[in-house]
């Protein structure tokens, strides 16, 4: 099974890395039970500027879920039971600078026991 992809809200960024939400029961849902392995892809194409970030993802509090939901503007004043809220724990974090002469820059940095190490792609 491959890693999926997903690109976030941007309100999504806080302290302890990416989150994103949705139902336990979607399919984003049901896969993240059988295999919690995702990434997040933030494009700015005036920029020219990609970032990619792939780890775990970190089921978040019931609480934190709840905070989540209730951020949404189309929420109600209940909170959905199936809502669940999620954090990427990064073990890869890839930058892109578009160039015009083709000659894109990335920048990697992976995780491993020792820490965080950089790569030129």
């Known amino acids: 099974m491959v890693r999926r992809t997903r690109t976030p809200a941007g309100r999504?960024?806080?302290?302890?890395?990416?989150?994103?939400?949705?139902?336990?029961?979607?399919?984003?849902?049901r896969h993240l039970a059988q295999r919690p392995v995702v990434g997040a892809h933030v494009f700015w194409r005036t920029l020219g500027r990609q970032?990619?970030?792939?780890?775990?993802?970190?089921?978040?509090?019931?609480?934190?879920s709840?905070?989540?939901?209730?951020?949404r503007p189309?929420?109600?004043?209940?909170?959905?039971?199936?809502?669940q809220a999620w954090a990427i724990r990064p073990d890869r974090v890839e930058f892109f600078q578009a160039a015009h002469d083709r000659d894109h820059v990335r920048v990697v940095y992976l995780r491993d026991t020792a820490g965080w190490r950089r790569e030129r792609a």
């Open 51 to 64: 970032v990619e970030v792939s780890g775990e993802a970190v089921a978040l509090s019931a609480d934190e």
């Open 74 to 83: 189309t929420a109600g004043a209940a909170v959905d039971p199936d809502w």
């Open 12 to 29: 999504c960024y806080r302290g302890r890395g990416v989150h994103f939400a949705g139902r336990r029961s979607s399919r984003k849902g």
């Open 66 to 71: 709840a905070t989540d939901w209730l951020a």
